[in-house]
């Protein structure tokens, strides 16, 4: 079962935010927990770990902003 | 090395396990939120594991705890099922509260979590009513209420404490010192030292003890809680913890220094107590595995279930405001409610403080579970002079309280969820606002936020001073359309004591919370023959006190009477006034109004409270609205001018109506 990454709701106050960078290359193996994107929203930076382990599959480009609940990628069991 | 901790390998084992459930669901929960997969509002507990997983061992379902909008790892110690708990967080029919309460305010009864609120403090006051039923009904259930170090600035917890202290209620004050309220940290809102201290002010024992270290906290806590048991009374505990997480949302805590924060890590109970456990050959890697491996199967079924529930439909929306769902307003609504029948048995004269005095003492030999609690009802026999004699008949079912309103309304909400039937006497309506967060947030909406699991049948007496005098702007308030602004509250105000008596007994054995207001313009001066004995005056019924054809007033309480004298008069001059008293505010009898409005084509609202934004306003908008078309003139409404009540008389006289105004606003209705 493959897991959406959407733009998170980070705080009460977020209603979209900015993925800066992508830490992983599109289609690397990801363990749970490690940082896969770099996250700005409120001022503030931050990096994301994954939801789950698995082949990450980049949907969107780094570099722009996008309203929360906005699909970014999924990651499938590898 | 196996050391002796202190604590059996089963104790410790049952700790390390909570905390291994409590940490599976964090990390659940910020995994879904930073996935996108969830969105809710979730106020990180990281950190503060070690707590509610010490405790677990030391209670069972019987004992009762009330926690805050952090509290979702007092709620997983607690034993509230995760299935439910995360349907609830994301909004769905199967929650445990039907998805009407939501991440900050999970409460199941079944497993002793009574109460979650997310408004910092007020909980306190409801632990001390939940302790003193279990006190009254002569069980030794303990009351764990959960705050943080934030909450023990606002008044709510000083209030409760100084009650639970003179009470000797058993219930633990446990404060979650995460040493920072929100987003400001200590000092900076604080120059105390410490905060257990603080017990020793209201007479009991307070103790700091190490929250992240699991079997110094054990111990201590087994101590507190042995105490508050055994009927010693309350007891403060400050577990000093620290908030590893954001005060809302995900990721860690900017609040401290990258330093600091690795400093905390190190204290983190979830690795630590891990540790703590191969270190001392309690437990091997192997069954630590098996336990971290079941918390995580246990998280990831019920986060699936959950997912598979519906979302609670907006077909929920009207349900659980009351009992019944047909006393919530809703437009076109025309509910029909039997009247009482006209009374043939004995009566007796008296005035309405003494037929009130009657309807207390009726409800008493009623009911066992029936006890009053407010300011001076003891042996003074209360200010108003409602309670003479009765604390030397019926001892602790009449309790004097501190001059504390939250303390008061708290102690009766807390009482009412666990099935009692308080009745608070707030001495003035104006009083109201001291206890407005508890009677609001709390005991109007417990039924829908627990999703009807629990409620709250508690009854308040209040005075309203206006129309005497000389009472000033503090003791001359109408406030009823404060409460009829909140949903969850039914309200009455009757104008004689035949009334006063039979609406007080319906309110107190009502299953919601019903507030009666007493007009002291009514009180004293208003004498007639009441009904002995247990004589009801339903709820949302309201009565014609004077046939009438060309114009309804609409009205109640002590503008009853400023009716009946306006009518009089103009009678005189061939105008026909009918008087419509509503006797119960919510829910309407809008069945009665129309009856009267349809007979007569033309109606003036008239009420002391303040007429901008007030009932009459409401009314008059609805009558035009559904009696289109059929009205003579559209219907008004009368009320207090906009300012406070003057202390001066000849300013009261004239800014609330009387029946020369009264009249005036008829006869320029009829022209």
Known sequence: ??????????????????LIEWLVDDGAVVEEGQPIYSFETDKSVQDIGAPVSGKLTQKLTAGETYPVGTEIGEIVPA | MSHDLGIDNDTLCEIYTQVARIHQVDRAIQSGLSSGKFQFTYWPLTGQEGIPASIAPLVTSDDHMVTIYRGIHDQVAKGVPLKGLFAEALGRIDGVNKGKGGSPHISDPDSGSMLTTAIVGAGAPIANG????????????????????????????????????LWKLPVIFLCQNNQMGEYTRIPDYTASEDFASRAAG?????????????????????????????????????????????????????????????????????????????DNSICTEEELAAIDAAAETEVKEAIEWAMNCEPTGADEMLLDVYADPTVAPRRGQREQRAAEETHTGETR?????????????????????????????????????????????????????????????????????????????????????????????????????SGGKTHVPLTVRTVAGAGIGGFGAQHSQSTEAWLLHTPGLKVVYPSTPSEAKGLLLSCIFDDDPCVQYESMMLTYSTQEEVPVGDYRVPIGVAKVKREGADISLITYGWQVMQCLSAAEELAKEGISAEVLDLRTLMPLDYDRIFASVEKTGRALVVHAATEFCGLGAEIACTLNDTLQGQLK???????????????????????????????ARVREMLK
């Not at chain 2, 279990?134 to 259930?141: Q, V």
């Not at chain 2, 190490?210 to 400050?238: C, L, Y």
């Not at chain 2, 001059?403 to 006497?425: C, H, K, S």
């Open chain 1, 1 to 18: 079962m493959s897991t959406t990454l959407t733009i998170p709701k980070l705080q009460m106050s977020t209603t979209e935010g900015t």
């Open chain 2, 130 to 165: 939940i302790a003193l039923a279990s006190k009254m009904r002569g069980t030794d259930a303990v009351t764990i209420v959960n705050f943080g170090d934030g909450a023990t600035s606002i008044g709510a917890v000083h209030e409760a404490m100084n009650l639970a202290g």
């Open chain 2, 202 to 278: 209201y007479g009991f024992r307070g103790v700091i003890l190490d929250g992240n270290d699991v079997v110094a906290f054990h111990k201590g806590m087994k101590e507190a809680i042995a105490d508050a048991r055994s009927g010693n009374g309350p007891v403060f505990v400050e577990a000093r913890t620290i908030r590893l997480g954001l005060h809302a949302g995900v990721g860690d805590t900017n609040h401290l220094s990258e330093e600091d924060l690795a400093a905390a890590k190190e204290t983190w109970p979830v690795p630590r107590t891990r540790k703590l456990l191969l």
């Open chain 2, 349 to 449: 004269e008296l005035p309405m403080f003494q037929a009130i005095q009657d309807a207390q003492e009726t409800a008493l030999e009623l009911d066992p579970d029936v006890f009053f609690l407010g300011e001076d009802i003891g042996e003074s026999g209360g200010v108003f002079r409602c309670f003479q004699g009765l604390q030397e008949k019926y001892g602790e079912r009449i309790r004097p309280t501190p001059i504390a309103e939250q303390a008061i309304m708290g102690a009766a909400t807390g009482a009412a969820i666990m099935g009692l039937r308080p009745v608070a006497e707030i001495m003035f309506c104006d009083f109201m606002g001291v206890a407005m967060d508890q009677i609001a947030n709390h005991t109007a909406k417990q039924r829908y936020m």
């Open chain 2, 633 to 663: 003139t559209p219907a008004s409404r009368f009320g207090a001018a906009y300012a406070p009540i003057a202390f001066a008389k000849p300013i009261e006289t004239e800014q609330i109506p009387h029946a020369g105004t009264i009249a």
